[in-house]
């Protein structure tokens, strides 16, 4: 929309006096205002979520929204420690789209969709790695995303300890440089760079940052070897405060039912998936 | 320095000449913080000499003088009187969150900084009841409250040259004008955007602001930075790790140990490049010996995954340092843990004293640490002349003196995918910033400990981006011996406790006050405010207070003459965590596996913002 301030003015009047005369509607009884479906979200993660709500977690919220007949409205809060307590926890929001399914902190639905850990790689290495005992990566230079100093890892990067090979690991900030968008791209980037020849990265992120970026890449989901204690892939479901079974419900059932549309959705945003159980 | 001449300075000559000795600190140092000339009180321990003025009429800086002693020459109130203490005045900050700090008072005025919004409010010790005279709002970035970690806590202001300096949890440090409230200069030290915040007090000493960063759950580098007391202007900035350059290391720098000595160990003791990230952190206390210009301050642990994936010692985290104050430059470091697998930051303050040593005058530091250990340390070579152990350890057995190593137990090493139970201390450490006091009539050293441990799970999911961040798997619980925070008396010449309080029920994680009256006090989470024997430890008086004490009480005279005790009730914090109702306790893992340790605090207690001014 382009127009003058002034113009802008009469315009925002124009709408206001249209939504009060809404609120009556002719030849009926008034219709109780459907409270907003309130999303806890980041606001600068893509693909999962932006300000923009131009990530596939915002068009999930739309699609569930309107289902349940109500507006998105937004609680946006940077994905650190403290995301729940802040969000959910703290009464300012009704719905999380993205936790693994059976979180602790909230009441899950069930899952609807499962992805992995990933290799990214640039399509002109053609290294075609799947494996974390091929001899090769004792060779490269391996991004993966380092967390803080509260003992976590990305399992694969876990795994590759075990088989001694921490010191071709090379962190990249989990949470970024925060005022530049999409804070986590930044190790696929430097796939595409070539400053590390191979990166480890979350399925979802690496789906879509490599489907945008400026050269080909590829995107091989890494093999869990038998002998390995975590997991690489998780179902990832939607949250709800424990005490809210209705919406959970509510939600619950959308998923059941709306599965092609959810897969549509991801599709869009090139978000790898693997089958598996619910957890 | 108060410049008011009044009848308080007339009662402080009188209980000074009542102690019938002579001053034996040095001459007053080259320092803009001094605290206000009054000289150590007569039945201080033979032997043992004060390196810089203590405490007196006023609270200067954050520990009440630059050696860190929080020792106050102040002597009206005694076990004689202490009874008697009642509320003189209150006022709410307006944020309740946790107070980990403590008030400032330099003339007729006190300062106190709240937790985030981190506003500074000036109050008018002339007037009944602590009454406002300003406030001043920095309006930090409201994205630190979602960047640091352990709640938005503030530690203290300084004081120097007719300015108030603090630190703004979004990483910046703010010079405000102690008359007016008007902001004189803001300076940048982090970037909270990648997850840099500041909690610390700053000092002040030779025109230098001392300032270090925190973040290390967000892989941020340590640092400490010198500004110019003036115009905030940057002097020297020395980083935690990475190239000598960096730490400012050159000639100079002499480590006692062969394992601390090396070119470039703070690149060289990680994978490559993981120094960048490497935390150690400076979100502790730091200390000045005026006679040699050196400060000292401990860094907190290494940043960044757990310990399998950065294999190498990690320096230069969870080290020791003395540096010049003129130019940065680092003169010893000592490690106190090699390649941490613990989260044992060594942030606590480093308490400064020259005393008797085996029969040898001695320059002493004592740390009580957070691993557990009570060092004593040469703090003009760093070579450590004891390590005891202060409270329950079991992840190391002792450290060898001969060359500066922790003997450790392999088994309570925490590794990803292994379960370890049983490891104490917990990573909140046998003791946490919350720092302890000298009395130089006592010889005792007064920590203010706590027994907790901890089992360390791998669980699965807790890192996948784009789902909520977990944090680890950490769960904290009473250690054995039926209690959890214990006030310890060490006496630092025998290397034992002379005597000890044990709390049965929380850590203690307050800092604690000692006075030329021999009257020790400290506060505990459920919100005791408590004054004890320095001598025996007997009980002398306690009140209940509106919320938990995580705060460090202060002394001063009002400008009536009349001594008086400062405290903050507020309780929060990392530990306190659970009094805030968005924390299940439920859920023994949560706000990084603490609630475990404290998940009764709420039937004891609730969040609050109260801070009380005490008189006879």
Request: charged share 20%; net charge neutral.
């Amino acid at each position: 929309m382009s127009c003058t301030s002034s113009a802008c003015s009469v315009l925002v009047v124009a709408l206001v006096a249209a939504l009060v005369a809404c609120g009556q509607p002719a030849g009926g009884a008034p219709v109780a205002p459907v409270a907003p479906l309130r999303v806890c979200a980041d606001p600068n993660n893509l693909p999962f979520s932006n300000r923009a709500r131009a990530g596939f977690e915002n068009a999930l919220a739309e699609l569930v929204a309107h289902a349940l007949g109500r507006e998105v409205a937004y609680t946006w809060f940077p994905q650190r420690r403290g995301f729940i307590k802040n969000t959910l926890k703290a009464g300012k929001c009704d719905l999380v789209i993205g936790v693994p399914a059976g979180y602790e902190l909230a009441a899950t639905t069930r899952p609807y969709y499962r992805s992995t850990y990933v290799f990214v790689s640039r399509a002109d290495r053609r290294l075609d790695i799947h494996a974390l005992d091929d001899p090769r990566l004792r060779e490269l230079r391996i991004g993966v995303h380092a967390l803080g100093d509260d003992y976590a890892n990305v399992p694969p990067a876990q795994a590759l300890s075990r088989h001694g090979l921490e010191r071709q690991l090379v962190g990249y900030s989990f949470f970024g440089d925060y005022a530049q968008p999409d804070p986590p791209r930044a190790l696929i980037d430097a796939v595409a760079r070539g400053e590390v020849d191979l990166a480890i990265a979350w399925g979802p992120l690496a789906g879509w940052a490599a489907a945008h970026a400026a050269v080909p890449l590829v995107v091989t989901p890494i093999d869990h070897p038998a002998d390995e204690p975590l997991p690489f892939s998780f179902a990832i479901a939607m949250g709800v405060r424990k005490d809210e079974p209705v919406l959970r419900a509510a939600v619950d059932a959308w998923i059941a039912r709306r599965g092609p549309a959810i897969a549509d959705v991801l599709d869009r945003f090139a978000i790898p998936r693997v089958p598996g159980g619910r957890r | 320095m108060s410049p008011r001449i009044s009848t308080r300075s007339i009662s402080i000559l009188i209980a000074l000449a009542a102690c019938g000795s002579h001053d034996r600190s040095p001459p007053p140092p080259p320092s803009t913080t001094g605290a206000p000339g009054a000289p150590p009180t007569g039945g201080t321990v033979p032997g043992l000499r004060t390196i810089a003025p203590l405490a007196g009429n006023t609270w200067e800086t954050p520990a009440g003088d630059v050696a860190n002693t929080r020792y106050s020459t102040l002597a009206q109130i005694d076990a004689t009187n202490v009874g008697k203490l009642h509320i003189t005045g209150t006022l709410t900050t307006g944020v309740p969150r946790g107070h980990e700090g403590g008030p400032l008072v330099v003339g007729s005025t006190m300062y106190v900084v709240t937790p985030f919004p981190d506003n500074l409010i000036a109050i008018d010790l002339t007037k009944p009841g602590a009454q406002v005279k300003w406030v001043y709002r920095p309006r930090p970035d409201a994205r630190a409250m979602g960047v640091a970690c352990c709640d938005v806590v503030n530690r203290g202001p300084a004081y120097a040259r007719g300015k108030i300096i603090y630190n703004l949890l979004d990483g910046h440090t703010v010079a405000v004008d102690a008359e007016t409230g008007a902001e004189k200069w803001r300076a940048t030290i982090g970037n909270v955007n990648l997850g840099e915040t500041i909690t610390m007090a700053p000092l002040v000493v030779e025109d230098r602001v001392l300032v270090g960063n925190s973040g290390g759950e967000l892989g941020v580098r340590g640092k400490l930075v010198a500004l110019d007391v003036e115009t905030g202007a940057e002097k020297w900035r020395a980083y935690s790790t990475g190239p000598d350059e960096d730490v400012r290391i050159g000639a100079d720098f002499k480590p006692f140990y062969a394992k601390d000595r090396g070119k470039d160990l703070g690149v060289s003791t990680w994978p490559p490049g993981q120094w960048k990230q490497g935390g150690g952190t400076v979100w502790g206390w730091i200390s000045y010996d005026p006679e040699t210009h050196l400060i000292y301050y401990g860094t907190g642990n290494p940043g960044v995954w757990n310990p399998d994936l950065r294999p190498g010692d990690n320096k230069w985290a969870i080290t020791l340092f003395a540096r010049d104050v003129r130019t940065g430059m680092a003169r010893w470091a000592y490690q106190i843990v090699p390649h941490d697998a613990w989260d044992y930051d060594e942030i606590m303050e480093n308490v400064l004293v020259d005393m008797d040593w085996h029969g040898k005058p001695r320059k002493l530091l004592l740390h009580p640490g957070r691993t557990g250990f009570m060092f004593v340390m040469d703090r003009e070579t760093g070579e450590v002349l004891a390590a005891d152990k202060f409270q329950p350890v079991n992840w190391a057995s002792a450290y060898d003196l001969a060359t500066g190593k922790p003997i450790e137990d392999p088994s309570k090493r925490s590794r990803d995918g292994v379960v370890t139970r049983g490891i104490c201390p917990s990573s909140t450490g046998a003791k946490e910033f919350a720092p302890s006091a000298l009395s130089p009539r006592t010889g005792l050293l007064y920590i203010p400990a706590h027994n907790v441990c901890m089992d360390y799970e791998g669980i699965e999911a807790n890192y996948i981006e784009g789902t909520p961040y977990l944090g680890a798997s950490v769960k904290m619980y009473p250690g054995t011996g039926g209690y959890v925070g214990e006030l310890v008396a060490w006496d630092v010449a025998h290397g034992k406790p002379a005597w000890s309080i044990k709390e049965p029920t929380f850590p203690l994680n307050g800092g604690v006050l000692a006075t030329a009256g021999d009257v020790v006090f400290y506060g505990t989470m459920d919100g005791w405010f408590k004054a004890v024997d320095a001598r025996t430890g007997g009980e002398l008086w306690k009140t209940k207070l509106g919320s938990g004490i995580i705060a460090n009480p202060i002394t001063y005279v009002g400008p009536d003459g009349k001594q008086y005790v400062a405290v903050y009730a507020g309780v929060g914090g990392w530990l306190g965590t659970s009094v805030f109702d968005d924390i299940s306790t439920d859920d023994p893992y949560a706000a990084l596996g603490t609630v475990g340790a404290t998940a009764e605090l709420s039937k004891y207690t609730e969040a609050g913002d109260v801070l009380y001014i005490f008189g006879l």
